[in-house]
């Protein structure tokens, strides 16, 4: 496909290194350092405005099987989606960041007016706070996804220093029923388990498990990673009150959380308190221990830090690790701090990119296969609808590359984890956790 992305920033960048190996791509943007920014990758660069006509025409705009409006401007990226599409684009996809473009976009009345010139919008901020509410209601969770129709979890621990886990041999360690390790990521690396090495693993603090469950199992796993203090969230305190904080707090409310929530700016806590009835709304600095102390942080169960400044979020979150506070997710606006965080000991940084380029993906992928999940851009679960000429065999001859394995296959209205006897017939559907490096080469043997 020929791909035109405008903008290199955090989630250009991102899409542009996850699309390169397979597809055509120009990235359009404005500053000339772009195309160091992007040398190793298999990309034309051109140096630019994406709402000036001749530079969408160098790109071969009118060519192009999709258009991503990517730059930091909302604004920017409407008009670039228009002119793109007057020009010839076949789809164009539109980030924005504000909730009023959301709201106008998703007017019957906007969409009669402007036609099919944007296809799909993308709102990263939305999607940053369904993740951070899935994330809260698995207690002692890093990540959870519910996917196959509601009828499997897939869910992330880490393994803790001086945790029941650290240390052990992942061969002698037995799991509940219906529950499927399905790998281990240390570090940079994926560590799948059908590898050759797995089963002499020795786990080591902060390996990150990767579990596929049924409702049982996922029950059952939760008692195995829950500490006493988090097994049941009750309150929860965000500091942020900006879209994700008001996203968040929205939806907690609705599962009849304790919700407190803190902004610095007056005007907005005044429309916080009108649009979050029920919860506690405060005005006031988050970094603010005595504030934190007085508003009973010692007896929160989960800290959300969502404010726009990586620095600010990451004192917070600091503070509440120190007050003993059980699970911590931070908002990560700029990716290279993701690290940062990490290894200072931060339990849950997220960012929106990454479900941005998630989005993306799946918009981009054949119709029989889906991204359900994107990992610390390492590891994707994806799931493929095995086609009619598919020849059937048992699940575990599928013939993966290393890196990657099938952790659950969907047949009708059921559900089944791996095991010996299990075979896969055309029309199936597989759920596959594999490391980035080898999706490609995945795809190439299932679909």
Not at 285 to 290: A, F, K, M
Not at 386 to 393: A, G, N, Q, V
Request: proline share 4%; with cysteine; aromatic share 6%.
């Amino acid at each position: 496909m020929h791909i035109v992305i405008a903008g290199a920033g955090e989630i250009g960048g991102q899409i542009a290194k996850a699309l390169h190996t397979v597809h055509d791509i120009v990235v359009i943007d404005r500053e000339a350092e772009t195309r160091e920014k992007l040398a190793q990758l298999d990309v034309q660069v051109l140096v630019g405005s994406a709402t000036d006509v001749e530079v969408l025409r160098e790109a071969k705009v009118d060519m192009a099987d999709v258009f991503v409006a990517a730059t930091n401007w909302d604004e920017v990226n409407l008009l670039a989606c228009m002119l793109a599409k007057g020009l010839g684009a076949r789809e164009t996809l539109c980030f924005v960041g504000k909730a009023s473009y959301m709201d106008i976009l998703n007017d019957p009345r906007a969409i009669e007016i402007l036609g099919t010139r944007i296809d799909k919008v993308l709102w990263p901020q939305r999607s940053l706070a369904k993740e951070i509410v899935e994330v809260i209601q698995v207690p002692g969770a890093v990540d959870a996804e519910v996917v196959a129709g509601g009828r499997l979890h897939f869910v992330e621990y880490r393994v803790q220093e001086g945790g029941p886990y650290a240390q052990k041999e992942i061969a002698l360690l037995d799991w509940p029923e219906g529950v499927f390790l399905a790998g281990v990521l240390r570090e940079e690396r994926f560590i799948a388990s059908t590898d050759f090495d797995f089963k002499t693993l020795v786990l080591e603090p902060e390996d990150r498990l990767f579990f596929m469950t049924t409702h049982p199992g996922f029950d059952a796993i939760q008692a195995c990673f829950a500490s006493k203090r988090s097994r049941g969230v009750r309150r929860v305190m965000v500091v942020g009150g900006g879209n994700v904080g008001y996203m968040t707090a929205k939806e907690l409310l609705t599962r009849r959380l304790e919700v407190t929530i803190i902004d610095h700016n007056s005007e907005r806590c005044a429309w916080l308190a009108e649009n979050l009835p029920g919860a506690w709304v405060l005005e006031g600095d988050g970094t603010n221990l005595e504030l934190l102390e007085s508003e009973g942080l010692d007896r929160t169960d989960v800290l959300v830090a969502v404010t726009e400044n990586d620095e600010k979020n990451l004192l917070v979150s600091l503070i509440a690790k120190q007050q003993g506070v059980p699970k911590v997710i931070t908002r990560v606006n700029r990716t290279e701090n993701r690290r940062l965080f990490e290894h200072v000991g931060i339990d849950i940084p997220m960012t929106p990119r990454q479900a941005a380029v998630r989005e993306v993906l799946d918009w981009l992928l054949p119709d029989n296969i889906d991204h359900l999940a994107l990992i610390e851009d390492r590891v994707e679960l994806m799931e493929l609808e095995l086609p009619p000429d598919f020849r059937s065999r048992p699940l575990s001859r599928l013939e993966l590359p290393q890196g990657a394995v099938a952790v659950a296959l969907e047949r009708e209205r059921r559900v089944f984890l791996p095991e010996p006897n299990l075979s896969a017939n055309p029309g199936d559907k597989i759920l596959i956790l594999s490391a980035r490096e080898v999706t490609d080469a995945v795809l190439a043997k299932v679909s």
